[in-house]
């Protein structure tokens, strides 16, 4: 059964040190405290790609969520994929397969990312086994 989590978070992005030498490349660390449906906080890495085009760009990320999710206690990875071509993006953010721990464990699904006046908003579709019945 596929079940959905909203809320919002915040985000604290941190530049690297990295080896870029011509300037297209940067490499961030991510912290983000999730509210709402999913409690959690999320360290992670992202890297980018800049262009000479104007609001072109790509970035991959990797964060590694952990709290609870409707009350089921765990975590997950997330990974994510996004380009910007001349200010028009496309996102995909992903639960990485078998990533799921605790009670968590087997979680799939994909999240939805929306930034209005500079407030990020978050929904997660997202199934998980059903629950062993006590019995």
């Known amino acids: 059964m596929t079940m959905l989590a ?3 978070f915040d985000v604290k992005l941190a530049p690297q040190p990295h080896d870029d030498d011509d300037g297209t490349r940067g490499r961030l ?7 709402g449906d999913l ?3 999320a360290k992670g890495q992202m890297l980018t790609g800049l262009t ?5 760009a790509g970035y991959v990320a ?3 969520v952990t709290g609870s999710l409707k009350g089921r206690r765990g975590g997950f990875l997330l990974q994510h ?5 001349r200010g028009q993006q496309q996102l995909t ?3 990485v397969p ?4 605790g009670e968590l464990k087997g979680i799939a699904g994909q999240m939805t990312i929306t930034i209005e006046s500079g407030a990020h908003r978050y929904e997660l579709t997202y199934s998980l086994p059903e629950e062993p019945s006590a019995g």
């Open 6 to 8: 909203s809320g919002s």
């Open 29 to 35: 660390s991510i912290e983000k405290q999730y509210q």
């Open 39 to 41: 409690e959690a906080t």
């Open 52 to 56: 000479d085009v104007k609001n072109s």
């Open 62 to 64: 990797i964060e590694r």
């Open 81 to 85: 994929s996004g380009t910007m071509t």
């Open 93 to 95: 953010v992903t639960i």
């Open 98 to 101: 078998d990533s799921g721990s």
